[in-house]
């Protein structure tokens, strides 16, 4: 049943080709959703942590698509709060990095070790923030 619905889709494009191409632009795999459908018709889970928001949506996704309740049967949080935590049904609980940041930190340290600075410490910590959503109960 599944395969016909990934069928459905690909029909809508001009080769197999076109279709993996579109997919992988998106940053989308088929396979993490068909193996999360598999393996959620023989286990149950009280908690799934994805590393990344789209890899917590095919969470979702396959356990809705085996009668499993989020977030009564199982809680879903991932990672990154990217747009695909948003737009999950239900929306996805997810911890947010402020990846700006650490981008604008990792530029700072590289201008110092380019310009033979001396660095206060090699660690920096940054901060995260749980945002809870309704695919966990709070």
């Known amino acids: 049943e599944i395969t016909a619905e990934i069928d459905k889709v690909k029909a809508n494009f001009e080769s197999e080709e076109a279709f993996t191409a579109a997919m992988e632009q998106e940053g989308l795999t088929l396979e993490s959703y068909t193996q999360f459908v598999e393996h959620f018709r023989n286990h149950k889970h009280d908690l799934v942590f ?5 890899e917590g949506v095919a969470v979702v996704n396959a356990a ?7 977030p009564d049967d199982m809680e879903v949080m991932a990672m990154m ?24 930190l990792a530029v700072r340290l590289l201008t110092k070790i380019l ?7 090699k660690e920096v910590c940054v901060g995260y923030t749980n945002i809870y959503r309704k695919s966990t109960i709070q």
Do not use: F, V, W
């Open 50 to 54: 994805a590393s990344y928001d789209k």
């Open 64 to 70: 809705i698509d085996n009668n499993i309740s989020i």
């Open 81 to 104: 709060d990217t747009s695909y935590s948003l737009i999950c049904r239900p929306s996805l609980s997810t911890i947010h990095l402020p990846i700006y940041d650490m981008g604008a």
């Open 115 to 121: 310009n033979q600075e001396e660095l206060e410490t």
